[in-house]
């Protein structure tokens, strides 16, 4: 399976903003259902938003009103607005495509291979 590459992470001062993009190598590969996810040091990876095949969304109660997850028209990129960022934002953020799976948050579970993640820093 094709590895999704994520970009636009940065340092950023608190109440700021960033836009997050997870792309197939080359875009030449479509992206159906996927997950924003953040790990923080010594903290377990944890789902932010997911988004299905007809656009759908959820979110993780700590990011709601704030991230907006998205997807381009080709289904290539998928792409996490982040505003009014905290502190406790700080983490690396994956992206990872999405299949059905029953007794999972949202219903979804993550099948692709995880890639390097984008670094999000927000500090003062």
């Known amino acids: 399976q094709v590895q999704l590459v994520e970009s636009g992470g940065g340092l950023v001062q608190p109440g700021g903003s960033l836009r997050l993009s997870c792309a197939a190598s080359g875009s030449i590969f479509r992206i159906n259902a996927a997950g924003w996810y953040r790990q923080a040091p010594e903290k377990q990876r944890e789902l932010v938003a997911t988004?299905?095949?007809?656009?759908?969304?959820n979110y993780a109660d700590s990011v709601k009103g704030r991230f907006t997850i998205s997807r381009n028209n080709a289904k290539t990129t998928v792409y996490l607005q982040m505003n009014s960022l905290k502190p406790e934002d700080t983490a690396v953020y994956y992206c990872n495509r999405m299949v059905a799976a029953q007794g999972t948050k949202y219903g979804l579970a993550p099948f692709g291979s995880w890639g390097q993640g984008t670094q999000v820093t927000v500090s003062s």
């Open positions: 988004i299905t095949s007809d656009g759908n969304t």
